[in-house]
C-alpha cells in the first residue's frame, strides 16, 4: 500500500548493495514490522514512544535502501561516512525522545539548548531520508515552511516570511519555538499524519505484503479475466476490475499498474486497443485502486483521523463514489471496444472461475474477517493485525493440508526431510513478506513526516486561514470556481508530492474555507481533496501512472498520459457532484439517495458517450452538444431541473440504441466506417 507516487512497490534496488547491507536491511525492517505486530496487538505503546520508534527505524531503513549519491551509484567511502552521519541521526532523533520523554514533558516549553539541538538535527535528518524515499520536491516544500516560519533581523537575514505580501507575512519565530513545534510538540513530525502512518497505514501495508508474496495478485488478475474475458474488449475490462481489487492490496497507483499492467497491456494491445489506449485505460484504472473501499490507499485512515469520524463510516460513503469511478472506466473501455468492432478472447485462453476460486478461494477469509471486524467497530489498528494474523494462519492451514492430504494422492510421500524443507520455505516466505511489508512502507511513512512538518508550520504561523482568505477573494465566493482553484493546487501540488502528501497539505489549506465559508460538509470536503489529490497520476504533464502504463505499453508517455486523463475523468466530475448532491454521502431519504445515484450515473455514462462520440453507434455531433448541459443540468440541486436534464439524456441514448437497432436490421448500411448516426 505504498503511497509514494513516484515509488515502485518495492524500493530499494538491491543491484548496488554489498550483501551485508542487504542482510542488514533485511534485519531492520522485519524486525520494524515486528515492531508494528506487537504495537497493534499485543502491547499498545504511547503516543510518542509509538511513532518515534517507528520514524527511526523507518529513517534507518531509507539511508540503507537508498545511498546518498542515487541508487544507481555506489556509495563509496565518502557515501559511507555521509550515510553513518544521517544513521546516527535517526537513532538519535528517535532515542532521545523514548529515553528522555518524561524530563521534555516536565519541561513543557521551555525547552534545553540540548532539545533544540536534536530537534535540529531531527529536522535535517527527516528532510534528508524523504529526499531519498520520496523525492526532492517534497523536501524542497519542507525546506520552505521551515524559511517562512523564522524570523530574524529585518535586513540581515532574507527570511520568507518577511519578504510575502500582504496577508502572507509575519513577524516570524526563532529557532526554539520553531524546533519546539516541529519536534517536542504533538503538531510538527510526530503529528498526526506520521502518527497514523505508524499505526494504521504500517499494518494494511503489511497485510498488502503477505497477500502479494502468497499469490493473491494472480488470484485477483485470474478472477477479473474469468469475469470479463469473453466480453468486447475483455482485457481492458479484466484491467478494470483487477485494478479495483489489486487497489485494496496495493494502494498505490504506480504499483497497480505494474503488477496488474504486466499481464492486461499486452493482452489489450493484442485484442485491437493502440498502445497508448491500453496504457491510458490500466493507469486510469490503477489510480481508481487509491479511492477504493475498504483501503483506499492511506487516505481512509487520514480522513477518519482528522474528521473524528469512524473509520468504517468513511468506507461505507466512498463506496458508491467508487463504484461511479470504476463504472465510468468500465464504459470508456465498453465503448471503444464497440466502435473499433473488437471481440472478446476465447473461453480456451481463459482461466475457468471454477478453477480459480478453487485455488485461491483462501485469499477472500482475510479479508472478509477484515470486513467483519470493521463492522463490529474494532480499531483499523487492530482490525489489520487480525487481518494479518487470519492471513498467515490460512497460508499455513492450506499448506498442512495439501502437504499431508493432497500431496500424497499425488505421489509425493510424507517425510521428515520434505516437511523440514517445506517448513523452511514457509519461514523464508514469512520473512520476506515482513520485510516487503516495511520496505513498502519507507515511502510513506517518510511523506506523512514531511507533511507533519509543513502542517505543523502551517498551524504555527496560521497559513491554513490566511490561504482560505485568499482563495475566498479570488473565488468571489462562488463555489465551482473554488473548487476549481482546489484542483488547480492538487494538480501543482501532486507534481512533486505523493498522493498522501498532497492531501495533508491541500486539506489544512484549504480546508477551512471549503467547511467555514462554502458551508461545505466536513467529510465531503475531505472526500474532494482527497479524490482530486489523485489527479497527478493522470493529468499532463506529470501523470506519473500514465509514464508507468507507457513503459509497459511501448507508447509515448504524453500520448498515454493524455489518454488517462480522458478515462479517468470521474476524479474531476465525481467529486463536483458529492458537493452539490451531499445527500449522496450524508444521507437522506432513500428515494432521493436513490435517485441521485442513477442521475449521477446516467450523467457519467452520458459524458462518457459525449466524450467519445459513440454509444451504440457514432453519436452525432449536435447530440454531443445538446447533451453537455443535460449533463450540467444534473449538478443543479433542484429536482425539476435534474429530471429535465436527464430526460434530455434517456432520449439522446435511446434515440441511439434505436438507431443501432435500425443498423443491425439494414446490413448495407454498414459501409460508412461506423453505421448511421444516432
Not at 512497490?9 to 508494528?36: C, D, E, Y
Not at 524530563?103 to 533544540?116: H, K, L, N
Not at 505543523?456 to 486561514?465: A, D, K, P, R, Y
Not at 507534481?495 to 471549503?514: E, H, K, N, R, W
Request: with cysteine; hydrophobic share 55%.
Amino acid at each position: 500500500m505504498s503511497d509514494s507516487g513516484n515509488t515502485p512497490i518495492v524500493p530499494g534496488s538491491q543491484a548496488n548493495h554489498a550483501r551485508p547491507v542487504l542482510w542488514l536491511i533485511t534485519l531492520v525492517a522485519v524486525g520494524l514490522s515486528l515492531f508494528q505486530l506487537y504495537s497493534a496487538g499485543i502491547q499498545p505503546l504511547g503516543l510518542f514512544y509509538q511513532r518515534s520508534i517507528h520514524l527511526m527505524l523507518i529513517m534507518v531503513l531509507a539511508f540503507l535502501m537508498f545511498p546518498v549519491f542515487g541508487p544507481h551509484r555506489r556509495r563509496g567511502g565518502l557515501g559511507w561516512a555521509i550515510d553513518c552521519l544521517f544513521l546516527a541521526g535517526a537513532l538519535l532523533t528517535g532515542g532521545y525522545l523514548v529515553i528522555y520523554l518524561d524530563e521534555i514533558f516536565g519541561r513543557a516549553g521551555f525547552w534545553s539548548q540540548t532539545d533544540i539541538v536534536v530537534g535540529c538535527i531531527a529536522v535535517l535528518t527527516v528532510l534528508e531520508a524523504a529526499r531519498r524515499a520520496v523525492g526532492l520536491g517534497m523536501t524542497i516544500i519542507g525546506v520552505i515552511a521551515i524559511l517562512y516560519a523564522f524570523s530574524g533581523p529585518r535586513g540581515e537575514l532574507p527570511w520568507l516570511g518577511q519578504w510575502l505580501p500582504g496577508i502572507l507575512e509575519h513577524r516570524g519565530y526563532n529557532i526554539d519555538r520553531v524546533v519546539g513545534q516541529l519536534y517536542l510538540g504533538q503538531e510538527g513530525i510526530f503529528g498526526l499524519p506520521l502518527g497514523v502512518a505508524a499505526t494504521y497505514i504500517f499494518i494494511f501495508v503489511l497485510f498488502g505484503a503477505f497477500l502479494e508474496i502468497t499469490g493473491a495478485g494472480k488470484f485477483f488478475i485470474d478472477m477479473a479475466y474469468a469475469a470479463t474475458g469473453r466480453q468486447r474488449g475483455g482485457p481492458a475490462k479484466a484491467a478494470v476490475i483487477a485494478s479495483a481489487g489489486m487497489g485494496s492490496i496495493s494502494g498505490s497507483a504506480i504499483a497497480n499498474v505494474v503488477t496488474t499492467g504486466a499481464f492486461t497491456i499486452p493482452l489489450m494491445k493484442r485484442l485491437g486497443y493502440k498502445p497508448k489506449q491500453a496504457g491510458g485505460i490500466e493507469a486510469a484504472a490503477s489510480t481508481g485502486g487509491q479511492i477504493m473501499p475498504p483501503l483506499m490507499g492511506a487516505g481512509a485512515f487520514l480522513i477518519a483521523e482528522y474528521t473524528r469520524m469512524p473509520y468504517l463510516e468513511v468506507v461505507k460513503v466512498s463506496i458508491v463514489p467508487a463504484i461511479m469511478y470504476f463504472g465510468t472506466v468500465y464504459l470508456f473501455v465498453h465503448i471503444i471496444a464497440l466502435k473499433q468492432g473488437m471481440q472478446g478472447m476465447a473461453r480456451s485462453e481463459l482461466p475457468q472461475m471454477r478453477d480459480v476460486m478453487k485455488e485461491g478461494w483462501h485469499f477472500l477469509l482475510p479479508l472478509g474477517v477484515l470486513v467483519w471486524l470493521l463492522v463490529m467497530n474494532m480499531s483499523p489498528m487492530r482490525v489489520g493485525y487480525y487481518a494479518v494474523i487470519t492471513m498467515l494462519a490460512v497460508a499455513v492451514l492450506r499448506f498442512l493440508v495439501w502437504f499431508f492430504f493432497v500431496a500424497p494422492k499425488q505421489g509425493e510421500p510424507v517425510t521428515a526431510g520434505r516437511l523440514a524443507t517445506a517448513t523452511g520455505n514457509g519461514l523464508v516466505k514469512l520473512m520476506r513478506g515482513l520485510e516487503l511489508g516495511a520496505r513498502n512502507a519507507v515511502a510513506v511513512s517518510m511523506a506523512c513526516a514531511v507533511a507533519g512538518i509543513i502542517v505543523g508550520i502551517v498551524g504555527l504561523t496560521g497559513l491554513g486561514l490566511k490561504f482560505s482568505a485568499m482563495m475566498l477573494a479570488f473565488s468571489q465566493g462562488n463555489l465551482l470556481l473554488a473548487l476549481i482553484m482546489v484542483l488547480l493546487a492538487s494538480l501543482v501540488l501532486g507534481m512533486g508530492l505523493p498522493v498522501t502528501a498532497s492531501y495533508i497539505v491541500l486539506i489544512v489549506l484549504v480546508g477551512p474555507a471549503l467547511t467555514a465559508e462554502f458551508g461545505i460538509p466536513l467529510l465531503i470536503a475531505h472526500l474532494v481533496v482527497f479524490w482530486y489529490s489523485q489527479d497527478s497520476n493522470v493529468t499532463p504533464p506529470i501523470a506519473l501512472a500514465g509514464f508507468a502504463g507507457a513503459a509497459i505499453a511501448g507508447s509515448k508517455p504524453m500520448e498515454t498520459g493524455f489518454q488517462a486523463w480522458k478515462f479517468a475523468k470521474g476524479l474531476y466530475l465525481i467529486p463536483l457532484f458529492m458537493v452539490y448532491n451531499p445527500e449522496l454521502i450524508m444521507g437522506g431519504p432513500p428515494l432521493v439517495v436513490v435517485w441521485t445515484a442513477l442521475t449521477g450515473f446516467l450523467a457519467l455514462g452520458a459524458f462518457a458517450a459525449a466524450l467519445e462520440g459513440y454509444l451504440f453507434v457514432r453519436l452525432a455531433w449536435p447530440l454531443r452538444v445538446v447533451l453537455l448541459p443535460a449533463i450540467v443540468a444534473v449538478f443543479y440541486p433542484n429536482f425539476v431541473v435534474e429530471a429535465a436534464g436527464a430526460a434530455v439524456m434517456l432520449a439522446v441514448i435511446a434515440g441511439n440504441w434505436l438507431a443501432s437497432r435500425r443498423e443491425r436490421s439494414c446490413p448495407a448500411s454498414q459501409g460508412d466506417g461506423g453505421g448511421p448516426r444516432g
